[in-house]
Nanobody, 116 residues
């Protein structure tokens, strides 16, 4: 089993920044993909950014490229999402995800609200 604990959400004005953190614990294999998804009211959950454990390669949804950065601290089994130049359309519940093999693990979600 894997446990994911997220932190860092909140209310921010347009153009502002937030950093989300996701700490993983439990039975984590060497090879996995860790990332962030989000779900806005009335919309499907969508991929925001992912990072592969082996290579560190990253992937972003087009709408956040150049504004969001995913990074990790291997010693702490923690992944971060730095969100800059936030827009109202970034408002959503953000979920941390870890995928290893055929198993998906999810965090509890953290609310990000971008509003003036």
């Amino acid at each position: 089993q894997v446990q994911l604990v997220e932190s860092g959400g909140g209310l921010v004005q347009p153009g502002g920044s937030l950093r989300l953190s996701c700490a993983a614990s439990g039975s984590i294999f060497p090879l996995y993909v860790m990332g962030w998804y989000r779900q806005a009211p009335g919309k499907q959950r969508e991929l925001v950014a992912t990072m592969f454990s082996s290579s560190g390669s990253t992937n972003y949804v087009d709408s956040v490229k150049g504004r969001f950065t995913i990074s990790r601290d291997n010693a702490k089994n923690t992944v971060y999402l730095q969100m800059d130049s936030l827009k109202p359309e970034d408002t959503a519940v953000y979920y941390c995800n870890l995928r290893q093999g055929h198993l998906d693990y999810w965090g509890q979600g953290t609310q990000v609200t971008v509003s003036s």
